[in-house]
């Protein structure tokens, strides 16, 4: 669910997509200038929520089912924040635009032999809970057009935990809102260094340590990604 969110910022920074042609669509019919600022923390404990019937409707046209019936996260209310703000066009602003919202609380695997502190957790998983005529509760992993490779080897591996079996992992593919803050930084925000003018701020080391990444070569991999989405070549997925 997080990744799906973080798609939906990512359209509205690059100004592209299902998400932002809805969005857009409001903001115009109904004369809203968004603010380019990452919204303040108490946005939503203000009071009425602002175009109820439209954020309504993009609820209901953009999140899957299983996102807000299943999982407790203020849908309407970051629907909201996207009509009023624009993410700022720097990393940081990026990053706490993607983060804004309440929830959502992680999913606990029941088992009969573990405390609720022991069970794993999950956001969002691609899971049906089944409880059975004996009282066990059981999982069985679903696929849908949102569900990623990593989701469900994820999934696989926290049902693992509870049956005390091994699983074997698989490494995700590039975040594409990462991807995005690496081009951000390396093209757009990039001075020279203080310290050593012929030396930039961010170089990929330095954007490989600050995100995580492998290696100063996977850095570059992820700058060129996310040229690719900003430029509207690649699709955000």
Known sequence: MARYKERLVLQLFVEHGRFWDA???????RNIVP?????????NSRGTMPYQEDVYRIRDEMIPEQFYDELTFDWLGFIAVCLLYQPPRTAEGLAEFAAF???PYPHTFIASDMSADESPQMLAPPIKEVRGEDGVFRYEIRVD???????????????????KKPSKGGAPGRDQLVAVQC????????PSDLADGRRKRWTHDKLANRYGLRSGRAAKEYIQLGRL?????????
Request: overall charge negative; charged content about 30%; aromatic content about 8%.
């Open 229 to 237: 989405i900003l430029t509207g070549e690649v699709a955000i997925q």
């Open 35 to 43: 603010s380019s600022d990452v919204p303040p923390p108490d946005f």
């Open 183 to 190: 081009a951000i930084l390396y093209d757009e925000d990039n």
């Open 101 to 103: 919202g309440s929830g």
């Open 145 to 163: 057009e949102y569900t990623t490779e990593a989701d469900v080897r994820q999934a696989f591996r926290k049902i693992a935990a509870i049956r």
């Open 23 to 29: 969005i857009s669509e409001v903001r115009q019919r």
